[in-house]
């Protein structure tokens, strides 16, 4: 048995001590071997220089967790026909008051003031216009009420089916040419943004240390002159958009603002700040489009005297600016700088000759 | 040193031009070469099969960044009995006007009118049952206002702790069975949604080019006969996800509606368009359930002649439709590539025998 | 012809049947194989330890997606002069009534009732002051309204410029040093988050499925006793993100409520749960920084008697809750499994001497 045991541990020690070597013969060659060192030259550049250098291919990712908030600033002058003279402050003009990411910012609107629930005649189109009550169908939902069934003088030429709704109905076909908010565009907005990247522990605001609060006071963003100031003019955005604030503010429309937080964290965190861009994300263009533009439709309620609700019908053209965060952060880490270069070897092996 | 320099040129030189090869013998057995040949031909059938089809890891990532913009479409009746008959417009049912990716359709309520901030009786329970003021502590936060300390009748037959609250008090007890706002089932929702691949500057809506203006003016979302259609059917959304209308509407509930932008970039742009799908968000099964449904609270304010203010409170019940947009699109590129075929490689050389 | 297809089939065959293998000699090196054996041992430990376990290196991974729904509970008490008594429920405080994944909680306020459309002379500052009408130049916009070029008396003593405007005008400049609904700190909140891997088609509530009905009516969030409760007191929050609730509460701010569900999915199921974590998100310190806090302004519109529309303003401070989901899922694939795995071996091939 103890010999066993020892031819045991004599083989063991063995497997342990001797290695294998191929026999090899040098063979010289000017073609043949310039052309494997040009071979392995390249692959060594290409891990280098594109691997390492472009894609960063050392590095593990994490994308950004981001808060937003935004206050804008400006009050805007409203003549309106009916309505008088009109001064909008930021409460009037900024529905709802407070949004997470994205703030609107009204521009034009058509007001149907004085509703209150009761029957009239619907606006005369094909659907509506009647002979007869036996033209409408009481009860059937209409776009803008229920029928009663009766058909009633629209004007002393039309009839129309009678409709239980809100009324007067509103009459969404004129809108203003010209946005009645045209000193929108003059508005300012105060963007403060926090992002976070969790994996590397990384916080960081768009309000950079090195900016003081008397120049935040003051500033105004500007590409060239002031590219770190948070306070943005609503005109400026549009533009760098290449959109013009006036047409667009008629029929309403989005605008992203869009900040990049890409950052290679090997580099000194100052490095990292955010890249502002600035698009405008619904389609304009005319063609196979639906209902253009940006609106939506809200209520002031109010009660008369004799208790009966009425509401102030808005239909709101603005600018709904989305402000949307996005960016990967990238740090050195040891197991893609392994896969990477470990797979470059692979071929540069195989070039090698056997 | 002239001629040492000369040795180093020459063995520079050598080290360049020369290059080392194996001494190999050839061995020729049927059984073992069938199986290496095999064991490559699997490896090589994995790398082609598995990682370039299935897995597509030839290609780099980027996530998807999106703007939503809902709009809904449709009129409710209700015969609430002492509100009498009310139309509902989206200015009424859609709550808040104007959501950023997420929009909330009413369609069940208890309705609280005239509330006025005063002292009156708690709502009867276990807690708030009283014998005497010593039973009441004054002061003393409530779920619905601060107790006064009295104890006064609620009824005849039973007394209460007296609170300080908007007054009368809303009995959320009885909600109706059946969702007052039944016809929601019927509103439609235009969705409109832009997406952008930053990463490789790609824009699409999810309203295709091909789609023209007359076929989105009448359209209507269907798997089957519209999958391009915009429009959804509130009834069918829900549908969709395997759930009633009218039982969800009852008490509410969150629906998601995801639209999945997942696109190969090799491919032609065209192929790259929105799979939309939907899923309940909340979970309805009431077991291990707190606060079934979804529901809040908004209140109208409104003045008295005497200028004192009331309020009628709304707990909202209804359908929060989230607009989820989510996917990667791959592109391909170089360094995955070689990443992935470097590694197979490995494998293939480690069976070719040494 | 037929003897040359038989001369290439032969080949075919040799190639097929034939392989090489390579000439080696055995040596035996006490000291250079111990040191090949360590550094393939590392290699390997390299590989086990830290590309799997630490890394998880064997994964694909994928984001989530998540819907959130907040339910708020509480009621506060002010008496503010002028206001008299007033007692606040979730609808008054929480502006707007329902937000999609942050809910606002009014803790402080400056109120300015019975604000009318009318021409009032601005607060007194350096820009306002004037001494004749010449000093206001009619039409100019400013901060709170469109100057009508006159110049008034504000006091006895001072003149300012006449501004067309919502008057009397906000003084917003005595913010209460104490937050007025400082009882806020006792609210609570119900947390409902749904999450979704589409990629994994994996679904879960922060609601587990193993707490029961009573438990979740009467429990509190606490991370030591009571880790999985969805009911959070706003006190607590803040205090885990080491603020104070009423220093923050007094000029508002911004609070995250980090829900972090990364998970390993190869484990089962139930060890994947959300991991609350809580920071503030916006920056308190005083140097470089514009506009601390958080506040927005909203008003409450009524119409008098003779139909003249006023409004209450309210430049409403608080807390801003935003509930961030984030995450990433892990589960086992062969594609990153096979490319490590090959990355290493690529390694432990270049030390095995050849």
Redesign the interface.
Known sequence: VGGCAAVQGMACL?C???????????????V???V??LIQFLIIL?VIG??CVV?K?YQVND?V?S?V?T?V???G?TNISGL????W????Y?????????F?VLTNMIITPNQM?SSCPELPNQSTICMSDCDCTEGS??????QTGLCVNYSETVKTCEV???CPLEIDTDLPENPLLA?AE?FTV?I?N?V?Y?KFNFHK?N?L?????SY??QCEFNRITDPHC?IFRLKDMVAEAEEDFQTMATRGG?L?I?I?WSCDLDFPEHYCGPKYSF?R???KN??????PG?N????????T?DDVET?T?IK?YGI?F?V?V?GTAGKF???PT??????????L??VS??
């Open positions: 063995r342990w001590v001797e290695y294998e070597t191929a026999k090899t013969i040098v063979i010289r060659n000017k043949v071997g310039s494997f060192r290409y594109y691997v894609q291919s994308s967790i808060t908030t206050k600033k400006g009050t002058f008088g003279a009109h001064v402050d930021v409460a009037d900024n529905i709802p008051p407070e949004g997470e990411s994205s609107f629930q939902s209409d776009v803008r009420g229920i239980l709704s809100w000193g003059n105060l403060k926090t976070t969790p605001r309000i240390p090195d900016v003081n609060s935040l006071k948070p989005v992203g869009l990049d698009r994300m619904d389609n005319p063609e196979n489009n639906v209902a940006y939506f439709r809200f209520a002031k309620y109010y009660k005297t509401r019908l709101a709904r989305d949307i996005f880490n040891i197991v392994i896969v990477n270069v470990g797979a470059a070897l692979t071929f092996s195989l000759p056997k």
